[in-house]
């Protein structure tokens, strides 16, 4: 195999890794619930059919993996909000608004108060994300160390109740 084969083998499997962690991450919750609640019914379905917990223990590995894609998602570089700086700022009767690095007017006390509310919807749109971010995350490491061990310790039910 060639240097470029060899590039371009790596380059597809890259683009491919992307489109799965692009598309888990951008997912909404009812699907991942579909999706995780099919996975769970199928494995403790084969773990009835053929009397084995080694199967539901494969399952908890698939949930390691997906924890992993959704913590994996945030290490790589996304175009993020910003927190907005208020532009208005009082000082006696009069309200200055920044324009620009380092210009600055003197406006009316209700556009100034105009402009605070944008300000402050800016604010509350930029808190509803981090919220979103956070239960996300949390969801990701949820995935992770449940997977981790039911993945360990699903094996031992064979002892317990496949005697």
């Known amino acids: 195999m060639s240097e470029y084969e060899e590039k371009l083998d790596v380059s597809i499997l890259y683009k491919i890794a ?8 951008k997912s909404s919750a009812l699907t991942r619930i579909v999706v995780f609640s099919s996975l769970l019914i199928l ?75 944008d300000y402050k919807k800016k604010v509350t749109e930029h808190h509803k994300y981090l919220d979103a971010k956070r239960r996300h995350l949390f969801q990701s490491f949820y995935f992770t160390v449940s997977g981790t061990l039911l993945w360990a310790y699903a094996g031992y039910l064979d002892l317990v109740f496949c005697k």
């Open 43 to 117: 494995h403790l379905v084969l773990v009835y059919f053929f009397g084995s917990f080694n199967y539901l223990a494969s399952f908890g590995g698939l949930m390691t993996v997906i924890g992993f894609i959704f913590i994996f998602g945030y290490s790589f570089p996304e175009h993020e909000p910003v927190m907005p700086s208020n532009p208005v700022s009082e000082s006696r009767a009069t309200y200055t608004v920044d324009v620009g690095d380092t210009f600055s007017e003197t406006v009316p006390r209700e556009i100034a108060e105009e402009i605070n509310k």
């Open 18 to 25: 992307m489109w799965i962690i692009d598309s888990a991450i």
